[in-house]
């Protein structure tokens, strides 16, 4: 009998497990329902396709034709799926019902608007989809003045995108630093600096209180203060998308992502589901720095969590550990990552944190256009275990933050990892002793 | 009473080590010994400064003043050591006597030349000091037609940039491949191909059996074939210099290098010997890959043991562990990378080795400027640890190869890597899944 293999979403989860599937059971029949027009593409690319450096159809990996000609795999594109059944194994989409054998759930995230008045307005946007994207290119180009609502990660990379096409840009946060919660103020304070230097403006410890304006946005109100600006871009994050598991009864998480177990399979009153998994930004995943939950809602998490339930769903074994969420973004000539805790998640898991720091260079110091770096490694006091790491750099934060992860992942003291680490050595690629190194060793004399 | 330590040899292992050594003693009356005139330069360096991309002077870390003035470190050059007497903790200079309480031997090696007819005629050269690559530089410039002797990665980059000045160039190896031993051939020949690209020639499978001349170089005879050239380079690798510790009687390894204690202590018929440190490309490491020797002759290796040896030497305590020896070069646009074992080196430890192997982009598919990276990961097949890696790119290749091996200095099976590796991503400086993580993919598929 062919198994009949229903996934929910279209996004790096969803696509990655129809495909994981395929892989796992050739005969399979597996469709996908999404709500998206585009599937497959990769949202972090969106603010390089604002800026024009890569097209919009480049965004889109593959159309809904290549995954059923080359995958047999059918994409229903633009409908929602309304409800599931979990005895009967159905989904209900558009009306009709479809049975099935495995259930992905692979809903994805919200983007989160604050409760606040005039988000409705027009010239208010969110960074999300291609369409998303494409709205955003295209309203910018009748405007001078942009207020962009949250200095994480993607505010900033859209920030500057947009101050590059000339625009007046303004950042509103109500944390009191860029890149909150992930980064730490030292390494954050930097990349803040470099963009106030192209002549982006930043609005601190100032919640969003309004979007102003007659049909169309005139200003934002944060920080008790009034802002002129004809266009508002909210890039305050995603919340897990938990309709359909809620709806279902599934046991939602501290974080207000679904639990799951190691073969993300969700519990209902504690019980493992049957025949149903769930990846992607809905999901509640441990954490690899310490023993707790946390929300992994990165696209390469997405798509090694699509990997694993897309083959469980096809009748294969795959399992996903604790995570450290390695991220990393590239904001003109800086590029920041982190990985595991910043010392805000270190307190707010209640771990005593002790940090090294060092700055270096990627190359040789005498070697043409070496760029600055710093690497900053958390431990935790108590067991000296590496809980967290961040880097700031010109080049080369990527490959290193790969490297401070697969630390963490393992349990690694500060003391061991510097026993156990090594560094290649070429004057165009490195310094003799890497400044990851460096800032352990400098961790290693703080924790003693 | 204040400690005195004698350092001999100026490279990476004996600066860092007499550097390390003040650190940890402030008093310490600290004497660098040294044949070189040049001091604290960086040996691999030197193929970019012969091209003119880096300044001689710059090569140069660090004079004798500096070390003077900033660090209280006497540096005596250009003057060998003669001899030591453990017993009299003493060691002698040009007829003069010294004493000691710590000694750190750090004296390098030595650039092997085959024994073979011609050697000593002008216009034969070998990479190693400064004063060598100051030599290499203004004699081509009267030149045509180089050979090189030896596909290493220093011949290949010696290669690389002379041809970029214009020169004939053509490369002689005894084995059938580029940078053999370390590299497997199929990472090995597409950096011979691009080489070739480039006009270089390669004679392969050919030991070099003399350089012919009158007073100076004429050609070479090599697999039986003479080949006209006017200069001809040797860098055909070293030899640990272990004149000193065969004089005192210290146990040399299977490999011929000093055998050595985490402590970077000697050993004496079995015994290890107190208050004398060795450090650098004479001693002989433990291999973090497989239970047997191995030399790790690279700066970064000479530096680690150099911090540990000086740091000893000096009374602080340090070890120094199994090494994983990660290299990487670059070659014109291309970087090659490894660690651990190679197929060849595998076999030569009696391992049956599994390779996995994959190919894909530096940064996302659709963003400008991404670059081909090829990964290749070796693990046991009995145990199925990683045991080596390898890395073929256009940029990028430090950082992962580091990634790499610490997962082999942690004892890492190919499954457990698997379940563990994350990596960050961001179009501009990464796919979403890491071409190292589907290298482990396939390795896992070759395992079952």
Chains 1, 2 share one sequence.
Not at 167 to 179: G, S
Not at 318 to 347: H, R
Not at 358 to 384: C, F, N, Q, S
Request: hydrophobic fraction near 40%.
């Amino acid at each position: 009998m062919v198994r009949k293999i229903i996934v929910i979403g279209s996004g790096a989860a969803g696509m990655t497990a129809a495909s994981s599937a395929r892989k796992t059971d050739p005969d399979a029949e597996i469709t996908v329902f999404t709500k998206d027009a585009d599937i497959a593409y990769s949202p972090c690319a969106i603010p390089w396709a604002i800026e024009g450096k890569i097209a919009w159809d480049s965004v889109v990996m593959h159309t809904p034709e290549h995954y059923s000609e080359r995958k047999g795999i059918k994409v229903v594109t633009e409908t929602r799926v309304d409800s599931v059944d979990d005895s009967a194994k159905t989904v209900s989409v558009a009306g009709k019902t479809y049975k099935y054998d495995s259930l992905v759930i692979a809903a994805g995230g919200k983007v989160f608007i604050p409760p606040i008045s005039g988000t409705n307005l027009e010239g208010v946007f969110v960074v999300r989809t291609v369409r998303d994207g494409k709205r955003i290119q295209s309203y910018v180009k009748e405007v001078e003045k942009v207020v962009i609502c949250g200095a994480g990660v993607i505010g900033l990379e859209v920030a500057f995108v947009l101050s590059e096409l000339g625009k007046d840009v303004t950042v509103v946060e109500m944390m009191d630093q860029v890149i909150p919660r992930i980064a730490d103020s030292d390494m954050a304070v930097p990349i803040q600096e470099y963009l106030e230097g192209k002549g982006i403006k930043f609005i601190l410890n100032a919640p969003m209180q309004s979007v102003n304006g007659f049909g169309k946005v005139s200003s934002v109100t944060a920080g008790n203060e009034e802002h002129e600006c004809e266009m508002v871009i909210f890039a305050t994050g995603v919340r897990a998308n938990v309709d359909i598991p809620k709806q279902l009864g599934f046991d939602i998480g501290q974080l207000g992502g679904v639990i799951v177990s190691p073969s993300l399979q969700p519990y209902k009153d504690g019980r493992l589901v049957r025949d149903i998994f769930v990846a992607g930004d809905l999901i509640q995943c441990e954490s690899a720095a310490v023993a707790g939950p946390t929300m992994s809602q990165l696209g390469s998490s997405a798509a090694r969590q699509g990997a694993a339930a897309g083959k469980n769903a096809a009748g294969g074994k795959a399992l996903y550990g604790p995570v450290s969420s390695p991220w990393v973004s590239v904001i003109g000539e800086k590029e920041i990552a982190g990985t595991g805790l910043s010392l805000g998640l270190a307190s707010w898991y209640g771990l005593d944190a002790v940090c090294g720091k060092a700055d270096g260079l990627t190359r040789a110091r005498y070697y043409p256009e070496a760029k600055r770096i710093t690497v900053k490694v958390l431990a935790d006091a108590a067991t000296h275990r590496i809980i967290g790491a961040q880097i700031l750099a010109g080049e080369g934060a990527t490959g290193r933050i790969n490297w401070l992860t697969s630390a963490i992942m393992s349990g690694t003291t500060a003391e061991d990892f510097l026993v156990r680490a090594e560094n290649a050595y070429c004057p165009p690629t490195s310094m003799v002793k890497d400044t990851v190194i460096s800032a352990v060793e400098d961790l290693c004399e703080k924790l003693k």
